[in-house]
């Protein structure tokens, strides 16, 4: 058993940032929580008792904050009580409580981490929910360079910027929640890092495809944790336990994720430990073998959500889950090609098969697969990394694509105010007739949806999709709602050789990456 109090004095008479040569234990000096962890390397850090702001943070001996305090969104006035407790008392609790929201810290023995949870009752009045380590980009040298705005002269709103013909944005620096457990910046010795282990998401929403903001740097080195926000958001905001996350600091390397159940013995508001949960297991079958790779099976329901990837036989086991019915759906890579229900038990386990239900006509052409994402078109490959207006891009065009070349040249996005895309294509004469065409989009700006024009005729204009209102495309990410259009083309407007058009149809405008438009999936005609 470590002893709890026995800094107290030795701090008292020699100040706070001494702690940094001592064992494990904390000391309260006025409105100072301070922390020491026994860790390699050593971390000290200090909590404001009246703001529950982290204040300080010393690894390995160097002052890691630039004045600018560490805090949920921009502060949320909290106040906080501190106690060891846990296992053999290695654990030093910190609770920071304000209106609708517990947010906590917690110090466990040899661990170089900031442990932390956010619980929540409601939507916070700071708006998005979001922990943002604020760190001095003096010692924490180096971040994304997508996301290192510093100096640079903003094009769209306050958060895209340009830096000799480049584009970068905090926005640039996301990566989807499936893929994204471990991100952080370093220095000279030095990397800091958040990690968001097992169900760590499960409150979060957007499921597992969603992308937010890991980093900013315009001056100082900010890294986040974004628990929820509006960018692009497909689905309401959730309540309860945000987490367990760490801000975790090595010696540089990328640290690997850690056991969250030592959380159970903290009485912590909204935890549920493993044996209060259940799991689904089962097969999912149907998805072409060039998929095989891709498989991803999601639960979500109003309170939790999680996610999965399947293996290359489509067998699956899912996390551990809060009890309770949940939609599960069959995801080919990132398109939802099957639902399900499945209910889970607090101990038990549920059998969920699944199969794909994507329908497969037999087409005269396709342009893409349809996958749920824009790969393999202009521009894709750089998307989510950089403003359409970027000097690296390729022109949008308009664009007129062949039917038979290579995707590469096809757009993945049409906007209203670059102008219509046009796609050439031949048919034999039996293929003539009346056919049906579809398009597949994933996300949309300003009510934008696709009208096809050939031969002499056009569509009908389609109900305005159900999308984020919000920027999308022009902030790094193309996911959305997969939408699909249908368009039955009566007889006699088709002939061996066909010119079609596709714009932007949209009451609203816009100046050109701003104007009107939709992410292309795939475009087939059978």
């Known amino acids: 058993m470590v002893s709890s109090r026995f800094l107290t004095s030795v701090i008292a008479s020699v100040g706070l940032y001494a702690q940094s040569v001592y064992g494990f234990g904390y000391t309260v000096s006025g409105s100072n929580i301070v922390v020491t962890t026994d860790s390699s390397p050593t971390l000290v850090f200090t909590v404001n008792s009246s703001s529950g702001d982290l204040t300080s943070i010393l690894v390995g001996g160097k002052q890691t904050c630039p004045g600018k305090w560490s805090q949920i969104a921009s502060g949320i006035g909290a106040t906080c009580t501190v106690v060891q407790t846990g296992n053999d008392n290695n654990y030093i609790k910190i609770t920071c409580t304000a209106s609708g929201i517990v947010h906590y810290y917690v110090g466990r023995y040899k661990d170089p981490a900031v ?7 409601a939507e916070p009045s700071v708006g998005e929910l979001r922990y943002i380590a604020r760190l001095d980009d003096a010692v924490i040298t180096t971040g994304p360079t997508v996301s290192n705005v510093d100096g640079g002269t903003a094009i769209e709103g306050s958060d895209v910027f340009s830096i000799s013909g480049q584009t970068r944005s905090k926005f640039y620096s996301s990566v989807k929640f499936i893929d994204d457990q471990v991100h952080g910046s370093t220095g000279s010795g030095i990397g800091a890092y958040f990690i968001i282990p097992g169900t760590g998401y499960e409150k979060s929403s957007g499921g597992p495809f969603f992308r937010d903001i890991n980093n900013q740097d315009s001056g100082t080195q900010e890294t986040y944790w974004y628990m929820n926000s509006g960018h692009t958001q497909t689905e309401s905001y959730r309540t309860g336990l945000y987490g367990p996350y760490a801000l975790w600091f090595t010696t540089g390397s990328a640290p690997a994720t850690f056991d969250t159940s030592f959380w159970s013995g903290l009485s912590i508001s909204g935890y549920v430990a493993q044996a209060s949960r259940g799991r689904v297991t089962g097969t999912a079958t149907g998805i072409p073998s060039a998929f095989s790779s891709n498989i991803v ?16 036989s489509g067998s699956f086991t899912s996390p551990y889950m809060l009890p309770g019915t949940y939609t599960q759906t069959l995801y080919k890579k990132e398109l939802e090609v099957a639902t399900s229900s499945v209910s889970v038990s607090a101990g038990g386990t ?14 005269i052409w396709q342009i893409g697969d349809f996958d749920g994402t824009p790969s393999g078109f202009l521009n894709a490959d750089k998307i989510e990394s950089m403003h359409p207006s970027d000097s690296r891009m390729s022109s949008w065009g308009p664009i007129t694509f062949t039917v038979g070349n290579s995707i590469s040249g096809f757009p993945m996005a049409v906007f209203q105010a670059v102008g219509a895309l046009t796609i050439k294509f031949s048919l034999t004469s039996s293929q003539t007739g009346a056919r049906t065409l579809q398009i597949g989009t994933t996300l949309a700006f300003a009510g934008a949806r696709p009208v096809v024009s050939v031969g002499g005729w056009t569509s009908a204009t389609p109900a305005i999709p159900t999308q984020p209102d919000s920027r999308g495309v022009t902030r790094g990410t193309y996911r959305g709602n997969n939408i699909m259009y249908t368009y039955s083309i009566p007889s006699g407007y088709l002939t061996t050789s066909n010119t079609l058009t596709v714009s932007a149809a949209s009451g609203s405008s816009g100046d050109l990456y701003l104007s009107p438009n939709f992410v292309l999936d795939a475009v087939r005609l059978y």
């Open 115 to 121: 442990h932390m949870a956010t619980y929540v009752t």
């Open 297 to 312: 099976i999601g639960w979500k329901n109003s309170a939790a959500q999680y996610w999965v990837k399947a293996s290359s």
């Open 350 to 363: 549920t059998t969920g098969n699944i199969a794909s239900a994507e329908a497969s006509p037999s087409v």
